[in-house]
């Protein structure tokens, strides 16, 4: 399995409060990707990087931040979190940004309350 | 922008019988195709790979899927389903140097 630590594996947390979500690798890849899982929706795309402090926008980026101070890790911000923001979050890695899979972590549960 | 079509969000399969799981995508023929399985609490897994000029890809557990050109699909099948194959199953094709994931999948596997 590729080596994705997703920390914390669930959280709750209360509306208008700040949240960060850390994905670690120790493959090396230089692209990671957070998404939000729902039902009903599948994956959706929040925010992605193709090398340090190289980041873009997804579909849903609104309500989110990420940073990438060094390869192996990459962070995603609640700013201000909001009951809508209730999902679970996964992060995934690949080697390029064409015909490689992506390896995903195990995910993090968040509530907002 | 491709996008992909995932017909059924639940599929209910007896023990022992065929597992078809539809996925078409909706323009250009693709480079290539993903279908990826979730577990209960766990994240995505790589199921199979279709790359430019495969028809028919086998991939883990069993699993093949067939890239139709005409149809614009690529179906996922399993001869024969096991209780182990209850899970969530996702298509994705490329979008944009990305994956477009579908809605997915539930199969449960009925004894």
């Known amino acids: 399995d590729a080596g994705i630590t997703q920390s914390p594996r669930h959280k709750v947390t209360e509306t208008g409060t700040p949240v960060t979500l850390r994905c670690h690798q120790t493959?090396?890849?230089?692209?990671m990707y957070w998404y939000r899982q729902d039902p009903g929706h599948g994956l959706r795309l929040i925010h992605y990087s193709y090398g340090v402090k190289d980041t873009d926008k997804g579909e849903v980026s609104d309500g989110y931040s990420v940073s990438r101070s060094k390869t192996e890790d990459f962070l995603l911000t609640l700013e201000s979190a909001t009951s809508s923001q209730t999902s679970v979050y996964f992060c995934?890695?690949?080697?390029?940004?064409?015909?490689?899979?992506?390896?995903f972590g195990n995910g993090t549960r968040l509530t907002v309350t | 922008a491709q996008s992909v079509t995932q017909l059924g969000s639940h599929v209910s399969v007896s023990e022992g019988a065929l597992v078809l799981l539809r996925c078409n995508y909706s323009s250009s023929v693709p480079p290539y195709l993903f279908w990826y399985v979730q577990y209960p609490n766990q994240g995505l897994q790589l199921l199979l790979k279709y790359t430019t000029g495969a028809t028919l890809v086998k991939g883990i557990n069993g699993f093949e899927a067939e890239f139709k050109k005409s149809e614009t699909s690529f179906h996922l099948t399993k001869p024969s389903a096991h209780m182990s194959d209850a899970a969530e199953y996702f298509c994705?094709?490329?979008?944009?140097?990305?994956?477009?994931f579908g809605k997915g999948n539930q199969v449960v596997v009925i004894p």
């Open positions: 995934a890695i690949s080697e390029s940004a064409q015909n490689s899979p992506l390896h």
């Open positions: 493959e090396n890849h230089r692209y």
């Open positions: 994705a094709p490329p979008r944009r140097n990305r994956l477009a």
